[in-house]
């Protein structure tokens, strides 16, 4: 057991836009390279909404589309989340941005 | 030990209820407010005895620890207990109704003695632990029913 004020090896996300009707912008610094195909993909897996990557940094999945575009210290993320209910795509976003803030991808990172 | 009930109806079947709850722990994320992270679930397929580690963000605190699967009874009953970190006991239990499936969570749970210090009083904690498992069964049916 242990108790601590913030999560081990979490990531600094900043949520820039965010908007009921399913669009959301993340920007998160660093200069570490992540596998966010691995770490945005593993909550849409769970949740059945059959993710699958369309090309480098953009997975498309049965809601709507994620893209992502790194720079040398930043990345931002992009939600466009057009189906579903309100109610859902709220949820999936959180759903979303814990993964990005706290998921780990199959090398543990 | 302290406990919180909350019931919910969910417009859809049991079985799709049960398996959304039990087949994947690390689901629990999406819809379970301040639990960031479930990981290192063993082994893959549900069962009693699978046990998984999981990180939950307490009203400020980070707490983690391990999970055990403590009785899975398809498709009415599906119990965990975080066995080290906070300990709780997690119970749903599940019944096709006419319109849906009946969901009762029932959270037992120790409360850490620096919790208590933080907000005053236990009935303050037990009324914010009541207020997170409404908001964790409605996300559920969020998620289930669209």
């Known amino acids: ?109 | 030990m302290p406990s919180v009930r909350e019931s919910v109806r969910v417009s859809a079947p049991v079985d799709r209820v049960f398996s959304f709850l039990a087949d994947h722990p690390e689901r629990a994320v999406a819809f379970i407010p301040g639990l960031n992270r479930i990981e290192a679930v063993s082994p893959g397929e549900a069962g009693v005895g699978q046990t998984w580690q999981y990180e939950f963000n307490w009203f400020g605190v980070v707490f983690s620890g391990d999970s055990r699967c403590t009785k899975l009874d398809r498709p009415r009953t599906y119990q965990f207990q975080t066995v080290t970190g906070n300990p709780s006991t997690w119970t749903y239990s599940l019944a096709q109704g006419d319109t849906g499936t009946e969901l009762t969570l029932v959270v037992d749970f120790d409360v850490p003695a620096n919790m208590i210090a933080r907000f005053a009083t236990q009935g303050a904690l037990e009324k914010m632990n009541q207020g997170r498992a409404v908001e964790a069964l409605q996300n559920l049916k969020g998620l289930l029913e669209e």
């Open chain 1, 1 to 109: 057991m242990s108790v601590r004020l913030f999560h081990r090896g979490a990531r600094l996300i900043f949520v820039v836009r965010h908007r009921p009707s399913g669009r959301a912008r993340w920007w998160a610094p660093g200069f570490r390279r992540y596998d966010w195909d691995g770490i945005l993909l593993r909550p849409l897996v769970l949740l059945g909404l059959d993710p699958h990557p369309d090309g480098p940094g953009s997975i498309t999945c049965s809601i709507g589309r994620l893209v992502w575009t790194s720079g040398r210290c930043w990345t931002t993320i992009e939600l466009y989340l057009n189906g579903g209910s309100t109610t859902k795509r709220e949820l999936v976003a959180a759903a979303l941005l814990k993964a990005a803030r706290y998921g780990r991808n199959a090398s543990g990172r």
